[in-house]
C-alpha cells in the first residue's frame, strides 16, 4: 500500500510569534495548537513552568482530554494499493473526508487486487477471470442500450472487496487521533493496521507532539 502525506496545516502569519514566545523544539503546526490552547485562559506568557514547553503543553492538553485544541490542524493524504474492504472500515470514521475513485466512471481493469497480508500483501493485475462476470454483466447491458456509465454501475456490483481503491482522505488531528487509537489495536483488520501505522508515522513526522502518546505498530 502506499498512503502519502499531501498537505497539512501551515501557519501564513506571524501573529502567534508576536503574542507567544514559541518554543524552538517545535513544529509550527504544534505552535497553532499550543497557541489556540492557550488562548482559552490567555495565557501565552507561559505562567506555569510545567508547560512552557510545546511538548508538555500538548502533553497536558491529551491528558485533560481538550482535544478539541486539536481540531485546528488538519492532514490529507493519497491512499493507494488498499482494498475496498479496508475502505468500508476506514469511512466508519465519520470525521474524515473522502474523494473516492468512482467504479462508475473508472474501467475496473485499471485497478489491481490487494493481496490479504496474511497471504504476503501487495498487488497483482485482475484477471480475466476475476472479471468474467463484470465483463459479461458489461456486454449484456450494452448490447441492450445502455450507456457505459450505466453498464459499469451494475458490472461494479460483480467486483470483489479485495479490489484495489484509491483515494483521498482528510482529517483534523483530533478525528486522526481517535482512527488511530482504535485502528493501531491488535484486535483490528491487518490492513487498516498497516494503513494507521502509515499514517501515525507521517503525522509524527509533522507534529510529534501531537501524537507523543500513541504507540506505533
Ligand atoms: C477492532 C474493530 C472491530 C470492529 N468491528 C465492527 C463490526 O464487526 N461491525 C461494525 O459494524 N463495525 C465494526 N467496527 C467499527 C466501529 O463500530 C466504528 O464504527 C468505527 O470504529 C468508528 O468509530 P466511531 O463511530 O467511534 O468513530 P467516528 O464516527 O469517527 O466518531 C468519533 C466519536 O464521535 C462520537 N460520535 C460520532 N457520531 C456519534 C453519534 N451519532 N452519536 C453519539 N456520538 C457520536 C463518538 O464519541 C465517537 O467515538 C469495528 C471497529 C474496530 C476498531
Not at 88 to 103: A, D, G
Not at 164 to 179: C, H, I, M, Q, Y
Amino acid at each position: 500500500m502506499s498512503v502519502r502525506l499531501i498537505a497539512h496545516t501551515q501557519l501564513v502569519s506571524r501573529l502567534i510569534e508576536e503574542k507567544m514566545e514559541v518554543d524552538v523544539d517545535s513544529e509550527s503546526v504544534e505552535d497553532l495548537l499550543e497557541f489556540a490552547g492557550r488562548t482559552c485562559y490567555l495565557s501565552y506568557d507561559k505562567p506555569n513552568p510545567l508547560t512552557r514547553s510545546n511538548e508538555d503543553y500538548l502533553e497536558n492538553i491529551l491528558a485533560q482530554q481538550h482535544e478539541s485544541v486539536l481540531e485546528h490542524a488538519s492532514a490529507s493524504f493519497y491512499v493507494e494499493g488498499v482494498s475496498r474492504n479496508m475502505l468500508l472500515e476506514l469511512e466508519r470514521h465519520r470525521f474524515l473526508s473522502f474523494s473516492v475513485v468512482s467504479t462508475r466512471y473508472v474501467d475496473a481493469r485499471k485497478l489491481n487486487h490487494v493481496i490479504p497480508p496474511a497471504l504476503g500483501g501487495g498487488l497483482t493485475p485482475l484477471t480475466d477471470e476475476d472479471l468474467e462476470d463484470y465483463d459479461e454483466a458489461m456486454k449484456f447491458l450494452r448490447d441492450r442500450g445502455k450507456s457505459v456509465k450505466q453498464a459499469r454501475e451494475a458490472a461494479a456490483f460483480y467486483l470483489p472487496g479485495g479490489l484495489e481503491t484509491r483515494f483521498v482522505v482528510t482529517g483534523n488531528f483530533r478525528a486522526w487521533r481517535d482512527v488511530l487509537r482504535k485502528r493501531l489495536s491488535p484486535g483490528a483488520n491487518a490492513e487498516i493496521r498497516e494503513f494507521a501505522g502509515e499514517v501515525l508515522t507521517s503525522l509524527r513526522g509533522i507534529a510529534p507532539n501531537a501524537f507523543q502518546d500513541l504507540e506505533g505498530l
